[in-house]
């Protein structure tokens, strides 16, 4: 086992892996921007670091951090989510210099962060796939053509990235005139190649995920599904595991012929296979697979009591998995609320700030993943995820109504947050019978069905872009 971990991330991930290595015995090394001087993270790491300059670039100069880890005498780098997370150059250069990335091989994550080879790979190991492009398309004429064989609706998607990044909603020709050139465009600035591919356009499927485990000796198990098709803009904000609509035949399907995929390809480390289930057919089609720890880990590790991260340390070390398949049971529901700073009544629009109280819920099923407090200032150049609420009990109803009292005692003052949404979900009887699919929470808020008023969406995508790329053009990028 490693003697000492860096944790190439911040805020409350980083927390949870300092929590983990703790647990086994192991030092931890933080390392922080001048934007994090205050946060709580770095204040529970054995060891804290900063890195000065742009307060992105510091989680993102990995020659910087595997050269700091080195020097720190750190064995392995943990690096959570986002940011290098899945960055194959980062993990290969992790293995250039003799320091262990826990995670899958620099390889896996290439073939997976392709989406359209990661298609074609999981197609060829027997899972279902959305009829789509096989290779990018790079011009307009191309996509019309594709488009006109694939059958309108479809959906533009980012090659090489995700988060709802360079991807739309095209309807019909003029729509994907009009949408090409600016998805095209995004994806280039958020993940360096513009690349597109087409699929088919589901209208409202379930968003169904399936969480992994594999070891360096070819053992896989699977830890069940989840549910996240309560997003908006394909960002996830409500996960449910297991998802309260799968029938067993549907699930066991969909688990089963997930592990046997990635036993075809010797899958290694944590990993999330993420389809999309049409619920009147019962069809399911594999869209992509996540290379790293997921936000939503949380509820996996409620039902099955197993610690996902400190799996995934175990893994890294040589350690072979500690479970059969057998050995894993699911008890009980478990749902995720991203708490997020963000003005749901302003159009979703970051509210960055001071947090002037914070009083965070507690009792039976209860679990808050945070890295804030009272008093401490919401940088402006991150995520907007501040904290997430688990929360979970032996059944579905039971559950809705522990996440109505919980979401009920969460209070968060100074900034804006998404809380008041949530108690509003809670409470929708469409919710509480498990009816939703991804377009749920769009569709509600265009019929105004809940109590708030979106006054009008901030595009954030051209404020965005233009924050991307003057951050670009400032690194030469």
């Not at 190649?193 to 409202?204: A, R, T």
């Not at 979900?425 to 469409?430: E, F, L, S």
Request: hydrophobic share 40%; with cysteine.
């Amino acid at each position: 086992m490693f003697k000492k971990v860096l944790v190439a991330n911040r805020g409350e991930v980083a927390l949870r892996i300092i929590r983990a290595c703790k647990e086994l015995g192991i030092r931890t090394v933080a390392i922080y921007s001048e934007a994090d001087v205050k946060a709580l993270y770095v204040k529970k790491a054995d060891e804290a670091y900063l890195i000065p300059g742009d307060p992105v670039r510091a989680y993102l100069d990995y020659v910087r951090i595997v050269d700091l880890a080195r020097q720190v005498g750190a064995e392995a780098i943990h690096p959570g989510y986002g940011f290098l997370a899945e960055n194959a150059d980062f993990a290969r250069y992790c293995r250039k210099r003799g320091i262990v990335f826990i995670g899958p091989t620099p390889e896996q994550i290439e073939m997976f962060g392709d989406k359209v080879k990661a298609k074609k790979v999981m197609s060829e190991a027997g899972l279902p796939v959305v009829p789509g492009t096989d290779e990018p398309v790079r011009t307009t004429e191309d996509a019309l053509h594709a488009a006109k064989e694939i059958g309108f609706p479809v959906m533009l998607k980012a090659a090489y990235g995700g988060g709802g990044r360079g991807m739309r909603v095209v309807r019909n020709e003029e729509e994907l005139k009009r949408s090409f050139e600016s998805a095209y465009r995004e994806a280039e600035t958020f993940f360096g190649k513009g690349d597109i591919f087409i699929e088919k356009y589901l209208e409202n499927p379930k968003h169904i995920e399936v969480q992994v485990l594999g070891d360096k000796y070819g053992n896989i198990i699977h830890l069940g599904e989840r549910d996240c098709s309560i997003q908006r803009r394909h960002q996830k904000l409500i996960e449910i595991a297991p998802s309260p609509a799968l029938d067993q035949e549907l699930r066991m399907k969909i688990l089963g012929n997930a592990v046997k995929a990635l036993m075809k390809v010797g899958y290694e480390n944590a990993g999330t296979l993420e389809f999309l289930v049409d619920m009147n057919t019962k069809e399911y089609y594999f869209i992509e697979m996540n290379t790293r720890l997921q936000v939503e880990h949380t509820i996996t590790e409620t039902i099955t009591g197993v610690d996902i991260v400190e799996m995934m340390i175990r893994i890294a070390a040589g350690e072979p998995l500690q479970y059969l398949q057998s050995d894993i049971t699911f008890r009980g529901y478990a749902i995720e609320f991203r708490i997020n700073a963000e003005d749901p009544k302003k159009g979703f629009a970051p509210s960055p700030g001071k947090i002037t109280a914070y009083y965070s819920p507690g009792g039976p099923g209860v679990r808050i993943d945070a890295s804030v407090y009272k008093d401490y200032i919401i940088p402006p150049y991150y995520d907007s995820l501040i904290a997430k609420m688990t929360v979970w009990a032996l059944t579905w109803e039971k559950a809705v109504a522990r996440a109505r009292r919980a979401i009920d005692e969460f209070i968060i003052r100074g900034i804006p947050t998404n809380i008041p949404l949530y108690r509003e979900i809670v409470r929708d009887p469409d919710f509480i019978r498990g009816d939703f699919g991804v377009r749920f929470l769009e569709e509600k808020i265009r019929r105004g069905e809940y109590d708030f008023e979106v006054e009008g969406e901030i595009d954030k995508e051209d404020m965005v872009l233009a924050i991307s790329a003057a951050i670009a053009a400032h690194y030469g990028l």
